[in-house]
Structures are given as C-alpha cells and as structure tokens.
C-alpha cells in the first residue's frame, strides 16, 4: 500500500486558504475602520465614497478606485489610492494617483501623493491641521488656480520626519 499524501495536503491547503482569508479580512476591516475614522474627522457632513477596491491577501495592500472624498464646499477625487499598513491609529503608506480638488473658487489637480507613517485623528475628534505629523509626505505635479487670482504648477515636493504634534521642529524639506 502506497502512503497517501492527499488528505494531508488537502488539510495544509483548506488551512492555508482560511489564514489568507482572514489575513484580507483583517486588512479589510483596518481599511474600513481608517475610512471612517477619517470620515469622522472631516466633519458631519462629510461623505466618502469607493467605485472599487482590491485587497492582497498576501500582503493586505489595499487598492481603492474612483475615490470621492466631499465636505462642505470641498470635493476630492481620486483615481487610484493604494494603502499599506494600516492600523486603527495610523496610516502606514496612502499612495494616491490623479487627485483633483473642487471648491466653488478653486480647483486644483496633482499627479501623485505620499503620505508614510501619519496618525489618525483620535476616533470622534476633528481633523486638527496644528496636530498633524508624518515620517513622510511627497507631493508631484500639482497644479490650480482661482479665476481672476492666477494659477500655481508645483513640480515636486518632500518633506520627511514632520512631527507638529509633538512639538518638535520640522524635519527635512526638499
């Protein structure tokens, strides 16, 4: 009689399958709960909606599509965000690509967006910029204007190790 590996093997791939499930429902529910808090935090009026999203089962990398992020009189859209590493009190890396922001005076466009290692707002309280801090923020191709007041075009920005909340001085600017 030949030893069978078949039972095993199917036990190591059903538990195998069950830990990449709950490693993406994990993920999910960090991405759902950083939202929220998020949401929260721009005001009661705010609304944020998703057409799409991606998780990695592997890694919990999340990819969110055709992002609409509106408050008050603002509106930011969003094409492709992807987002890693996120806890309940912290966004470890939001990639975003083809953001443009619409208020009644103004809009403005930028390719490309980095943010590692910022807080999030405590659950309940309000987007304070004075408390905002981070490892690292990038921000490409931006452009805007104001009729009637000019138009702006900002090919690159970096900033790194700015943490406001603490503090302590900015970090690097470049």
């Known amino acids: 009689m030949r030893p069978s590996f078949a039972g095993p093997a199917l036990a190591a791939g059903l538990c195998l399958a069950a830990v990449v499930a709950d490693a993406q429902a994990s993920a999910d529910r960090q991405v759902d709960a ?3 808090r998020l949401r929260t935090a721009l ?4 609304r944020i909606t998703v057409g799409s999203r991606q998780t990695d089962p592997a890694t919990g990398r999340t990819r969110l599509g055709d ?4 408050w008050g009189q603002r509106r930011v ?22 953001l443009r922001e619409q208020t009644k005076e103004d809009q403005s466009e930028a ?11 405590a659950p309940g309280s309000a987007f304070d910029p004075a408390e905002l ?3 690292q923020f990038e921000l490409e191709g931006m452009r805007g204007g104001r009729p009637g007041e000019g138009n702006f075009t900002l090919g690159r ?5 700015y943490q406001r909340a603490s503090g302590a001085t900015p970090g690097r600017l470049r």
């Open 34 to 36: 950083a939202i929220e």
């Open 43 to 46: 005001g009661s009026d705010a």
């Open 67 to 70: 992002v609409t992020i509106s």
């Open 77 to 98: 859209t969003v094409a492709e965000m992807w987002l890693t590493e996120v806890t309940e009190i912290r966004l470890g890396r939001l990639e975003a690509r083809g």
């Open 111 to 121: 390719a490309r967006l980095l943010i590692v290692g910022m807080p999030l707002p």
């Open 133 to 135: 801090s981070f490892d």
């Open 157 to 161: 920005v970096v900033a790194e190790g």
